[in-house]
């Protein structure tokens, strides 16, 4: 809620990255999986905090680290779009504003692997903006394997009308 309200208050992050370590990310569901995930770097863009910002590190690299672990057989489309986003914007992030709160790419690059071979599948399922976040989620961290998605997309593209909903922004963050 307190991603999505932009609440004024702190949001207590280290609070809640203990209470997810002790419940054990097996125990969420795939949507609960990836609402964290996002809700954590949502409010982590957003915090100066640096316990806050450890904490968010905490969240998305032990998530991370189940997906790369357990995979992501039982994801929906939205699942993995923001799974993904959420690992890919908060690097990009960090990158930027020279936090140095990065996850380590031993946990975070199998699991977007992890997500791009579960997905590969199912891509038809995707709104193409969701389709669009994921692509450049993986692209931009090294991990859209062509020999994964290749074929998958280029099929999941020829499909009539596919392209049509393709607009000027969901071209250019695909292309990008």
């Not at 031993?106 to 669009?132: H, I, V």
């Amino acid at each position: 809620a307190c991603a999505t309200l932009r609440c004024e208050a702190p949001t207590p992050l280290a609070t809640l990255a203990e209470r997810s370590s002790t419940l054990g990310w097996e125990q969420f569901r795939p949507q609960e999986l990836s609402i964290a995930m996002w809700a954590a770097m949502t409010l982590g863009t957003r915090e100066v905090r640096p316990g806050s910002l450890v904490a968010v590190r905490k969240i998305l690299q032990q998530s991370s680290r189940h997906i790369r672990n357990a995979g992501a057989a039982n994801f929906e489309a939205q699942h993995f779009a923001n799974a993904a986003w959420a690992v890919a914007r908060w690097q990009h992030h960090c990158r930027l504003s020279s936090c140095r709160q990065e996850i380590r790419p031993a946990s975070y690059r199998p699991a977007l692997r992890a997500l791009a071979l579960a997905a590969s599948t199912r891509l038809a399922e995707f709104r193409m903006s969701e389709l669009g976040r994921f692509l450049w989620a993986l692209g931009s961290q090294g991990c859209l394997h062509l020999r994964v998605l290749a074929s998958p997309l280029a099929g999941d593209l020829e499909r009539p009308g596919r392209l049509a909903q393709l607009d000027v922004e969901l071209l250019c963050t695909t292309l990008t």
